[in-house]
């Protein structure tokens, strides 16, 4: 029995409902479905162009918030910057006459000026201090509500060494430090000056002073900055370390670098590049603090030399504009119900004429074709309609029974196919490790056919206790002839082994042999050679086959691309010379077909020579079996999704001593 006509026309969804409804839901459904679709558009079209009047106004925004963000902090910082650029000049003048009490009164005057100021300094270069002065390193600074004094070097601290010395020192200029966590647990900055004296030989360096700078007013500056709801400003250093962030245990203990090498993230990465390198920027970020959509800007501080963002979210911008979005769909959605019920009054009129065909039709729908149909009535579009159901259902029937012929013929040639793929790969070696008891070498080989049946081979096999054939063809063309032609050529070049050993001379008479009534003028690329396991003597020769490669135990890798001739097969008569190589303790042999160094990704980009030496220079410490193992794998990850054109085949041999 046709299977067809086994089936229910429930089977197929088709209930008890009447065909008129089925034919009035189409109508329905087009019209309203057409006025709902331009509704959408509409609806769609008024949300880009809020959302893209909005987004700009939020460019616009952060950009404007970073950049003001940077002047403010920069207004804070140059006038402190400035207190102690003046200080520094004033000692220029008067270090040598000044005494050290003198030096503690303007210190306290500095403090008392700045609040921002948690404590300054004038250091000595040793050799320079005055003889009267008691201290070398006068520190005058903030405790709690009074002021304190300090001398840095009688704590055995060698401030010659610290950055805030040493860097003004040496680059003899002014210098910002890196912000530190001070020991009372506040977060600091120290701006240091070079103070030099007047000698004849020019400038001399006398020594630093130096200003420390609390950062707790930064996190109030930058929790001031209108930023909406879900918005919220940083502050990194120089090298990239948060100064000041939502996050307090992000703050001063890690930078953008480390986050984003704890987090495996390179785009933090690049957008942490970009913000050190002194140009303003904006960008669309996933906000660190929200995970929400956001727009990103940062700009840079002229006197530190830091960098301040902000992060504006979008995605609240996103919920303003769907609420409006929504109350326009409301309004749309009212009008599409009341074309659905004037639509629907017009189709039902529409449909009775065709109720008949409609009764008889499920039938069909579920496989019986020999359903009645109802005779053609009138010359209308419906009776055309039923004549077209007639003429339909014959050829149906005819098509059926030939693409149920059709079918089983394409099932035995697949069956064959297998058969033959089972075959063919039945005529290679598969069991590796190839000869366990030998500890003289290493030997392993794969092979991938792009079809059913392929065209490659490789083959080996041991001549005596001392000598291993190793051999690696490519025929042209695929599928069916390919597969024959390479059984035939695998069976000669066999025997021509066991009867010569001469590389040059067996593909001499393996081509003369194929020669021979080769109309089709198939041909074979290949590769063989015979190798001396206990000198490394190694004899080949090469037939238009790829050059394989030798894998020196020093980690250079060359390629064996001579002698060569031409493919085996199309004319007799051809000369193959024979070459030879030493290999070490520890060389290795890659033989390969084309499908391996031409395997092409979906983008036709191939996948190369320079990729294949890459994975032989990282794997010269691997066995042969999880070098080729490694190879396919970057081979087949290279590709992808694209259909492979060629068979893969490898074989790789390594002599151990």
Known sequence: MNPAERMNPADLGIGPVPAKARLRNRLLVSTVGIAGLILCGLLLWNYLSFREHLTEEAQVRARF????????????????QSLVDGMALSLSATSLDLTLEQMRTLQREALHQQPGLYGTTFAWLPERKPPDWGALAPFSYRDGDRLAYHDLAHDGLDYLDEDWFALPRFLGRAVWTEPYIHYTGKRMVTYSVPVWLASPDGPLLAGVVTSDIELDWLDRLLADLPLGEQGYALLISRNGVYISHPTDTIAMRESVFSLAEARGDPGLRQVGQSMLSGDPGMRPWIGWATGEKSWLAWGRLSTTGWTSAVVISQTQLDREIARLTQLQALAGGGGLILLFLAVGWIARSITRPITALSEAAPGIAAGNLDAPLPAPKGQDEIARLTTIFHAMRDRLKQYIADLEETTAARERINGEL??????????????????????????????????EVGGDFYDFMLLDEEHVFLAIADVSGKGVPAALFMAVARSLLRAEAKID?????MLERLNDTLAEHNDACMFVTLFCAVVCLSDGTVTYANAGHNPPLWLRTNGSIEWIDSPTGIAAGPMAGLQYDTGHIQLAAGDGLLLY?????????????LFGNERLLERLHASQSLSCRETLDALLADILAHTGEAEQFDDITMMMFRRLS
């Open 65 to 80: 918030l970073a950049d003001g963000a940077a002047d403010r902090i920069d207004a804070t910082l140059s006038g402190l």
């Open 593 to 605: 077909t084309d499908g391996v160094n031409e395997a092409t990704d979906p983008d036709n980009q």
């Open 501 to 505: 050993r001469n590389p040059g001379r």
């Open 418 to 451: 297998r058969i033959a793929s089972d075959i063919q790969m039945d005529l290679v070696p598969k069991t590796f490790p190839a000869f366990p008891e030998r500890n003289d070498m290493d030997l392993c080989a794969i092979i991938q056919p792009a079809r």
